[in-house]
Structure formats: structure tokens, C-alpha cells
């Protein structure tokens, strides 16, 4: 059967943001596609991400239920995802570039013989012929990659690249069991817990506001600037490898080739020079701003706006701006 298959990561009980995109985008190559949309959920009780799914266009929608895949195990999630596309076989199978997609995808591509285009930020069908785009070289070219002989191809999409329509028109949205006979050594790696660190708020990969902070902040103390209009703008904090090295923050916050790669509406980067590392996890940012001292500093080559000055003077005045302007 023509079309294509996603895999609807949940966390919790709900659909993460970036496989709502991925849905969103099934949806619309399975119709250039003339095939239907399915998508795959896994868990103990997958059934909470059913409507939500079914109102992104989904025709078809498989279940895997196993008490053991309430969290991630990688190799009985393969299992799960291989027979899905054994029975849908699609044209193209999806996944967002997140943790969890960036370690199953080619996991399952290698089971199935197949290619894989990982952190994707474009895909076109065109009369059967799929290709995808995405960065390579730090950023500093785009690609476009062909699938000629494989299938189904496979492809991971970098979250907040993809947009979710206001008003998706919704599919059939039949849901189904899907038996997958799983054995014990399907689970010899197993997820025991997740627990989010203390003061998170925001995954700085799928937030759509991100306030970074680099050399500049000098110490762990000053980053209060940074959570200051990350807060007053509903967004996630960020930092630069030399902040996190520094032990001034937690690597989950770290924004570069070595960290995270985002892809938000808006990027502020405070006191950070720009290094093609960070560049690297940044520069697809829809607008980019920079607060720094240095007017030859790199960032400011890449930023939509730019403002030469001292961050400590800059962020409060735009926090109580930002302020001013929501009450």
C-alpha cells in the first residue's frame, strides 16, 4: 500500500510537539504521495495520542500496546516500528529528529535494508520520486538527497521547521491493534525512569522562543539575566559550549554541533561570538538577534537584527519593554 507511516513519540500521555509535526507533514506527502497517512503509536496504553493524530489527517492509526514500552527500550521499540512497516509498507516512513527519533531511526532503516535522511528540513515528493534537504557542513550547505531504489525511505524531521495548519483537515482516523510478538531479549536495554532536571521548563529543542548566553555571562550567577527575558518572552533558555563547559549550566541546555540543534521562531544570542559550532545548532532560526560588545563579532554576520552593547545593560530594558508591551 502506497503512502506513508509516522512514528508519534508521547511522553507522559501526550504527543510531543515535533511528531505533531511530522503528522502534519505525513500528512501532506501522503496526499502528493495518492496514498493514505498511518501513524504509529507505542506504549502501554498508547490510545491518549489517538484524537489528536486523527485531527492532523490520519487515515489509519496503529497501536502497539506492551506494559514494558512505557518508556523507550530501543530494540523492542525496532520490533514495533519494523512491523509496522511490514504491514502499512509505505512509501516513506517519518519520525521527528528527536533523542528518542535521532536513536530509532536507524535502528530500523539498518532492519530494513533501507535510507535514511536524518534532520530534515524539507521533503518533496514529485511523481513517486521522494527527496529530502537537509544541512550539511555545519550548516554551511544545504543538501538535497534522492531516493532512488529504497524503500520505504526513511526520514527524521528537525522539530520546529515543519508547521502544524490551524485548521488540519482531519482523516479517517480508523484505529487499530497491531500484535507484535516481542521476546525477552527485546528488552535487555530498558528505560527505568525520566526525570527532568530541576528548574526545567522548556526543552530548549522544540521551544519556539530561545535565549542563549555564551562566554559573556561569566559565571553561573549572571545567567538570571538570561532566565529573566526567556521568562518575560514564554521561552527557553539556552548556552553556548563555552557556558556549559564552563560549568556555568546544564549540557541540556547547550545549543551548538556538540548540543542541541533548534530551530525556534526567535533566537536571541547574548554575549555569544558565533563560533561555526554554534552556528551549526542555530542557524536555521526563523529570526535571529544579537546582543554583543564586539561589533566584528561572527554572530553578527548570520543575525537578522543586531545590537552592539553591553548585555547587562540591554537584557533589563528589554525584559521591562517586553513586560510593558504584554500588560
Known amino acids: ?23 502534519s507533514e505525513g500528512r501532506r506527502l501522503a496526499a502528493g504521495l495518492g496514498g493514505d497517512l498511518t501513524v504509529l503509536l507505542i506504549g502501554d496504553d498508547p490510545t491518549a495520542g489517538i484524537p489528536d493524530v486523527k485531527r492532523l489527517g490520519a487515515d489509519r492509526i496503529l ?16 520490533r514495533a516500528a519494523e512491523e509496522a512497516v511490514r504491514k502499512v509498507d509505505p512509501d516513506l516512513f517519518l519520525m521527528a529528529a528527536s533523542a528518542m527519533g535521532k536513536d530509532l531511526a536507524p535502528r530500523v532503516a539498518a532492519r530494513l535494508r533501507t535510507g535514511l535522511a536524518s534532520d530534515c528540513t524539507g521533503l518533496t515528493c514529485d511523481g513517486g520520486s521522494i527527496s529530502a534537504r537537509r544541512p550539511v557542513y555545519s550548516g554551511k550547505a544545504i543538501a538535497t538527497m534522492t531516493f532512488v531504489a529504497c524503500r520505504p525511505a526513511m526520514a527524521t524531521l528537525r522539530p ?14 480508523e484505529a487499530l491493534d497491531l500484535p507484535v510478538p516481542f521476546e ?25 522562543i530561545v535565549v542563549s548566553g555564551g562566554r559573556a555571562m561569566k559565571g553561573p550567577e549572571n ?4 532566565q529573566e527575558l526567556a521568562d518575560a518572552l514564554g521561552g527557553a533558555v539556552g548556552a553556548s559550549r563555552a557556558a556549559v563547559d564552563a560549568g556555568w549550566i546544564d549540557h541540556q ?20 561570538s558565533g563560533a561555526i559550532q554554534h552556528l551549526a545548532g542555530m542557524s536555521s532560526s526563523k529570526v535571529i538577534v544579537a546582543i554583543n560588545k564586539d561589533a566584528d563579532a561572527p554572530i553578527f554576520k548570520i543575525a537578522d537584527y543586531g545590537i552592539v552593547g553591553d548585555l547587562y545593560e540591554v537584557i533589563p530594558k528589554l525584559v521591562a519593554e517586553v513586560r510593558k508591551l504584554k500588560a
Do not use: W
Open 1 to 23: 500500500m502506497a503512502g506513508v507511516l509516522v512514528f508519534a513519540e508521547q511522553r507522559e500521555g501526550r504527543l510531543k510537539k515535533p511528531s505533531l509535526e511530522a503528522v
Open 63 to 78: 497501536t502497539v500496546r506492551e506494559p514494558r514500552l512505557r518508556l523507550y527500550a530501543p530494540e523492542a521499540y525496532t
Open 160 to 173: 520546529n521547521v515543519f508547521p502544524i495548519p490551524a485548521q488540519p483537515a482531519g482523516g479517517r482516523g
Open 184 to 208: 525477552d531479549s527485546h528488552f535487555r536495554c530498558r528505560t527505568l525512569s525520566v526525570e527532568a532536571a530541576q528548574g526545567t521548563k522548556l526543552d530548549v529543542a522544540e521551544a519556539d
Open 223 to 226: 545567567f538570571k539575566y538570561i
Open 253 to 272: 541546555h547547550q545549543v551548538g554541533q556538540t548540543g542541541k540543534v533548534v530551530s525556534p521562531s526567535l533566537y536571541i544570542a547574548c554575549g555569544i
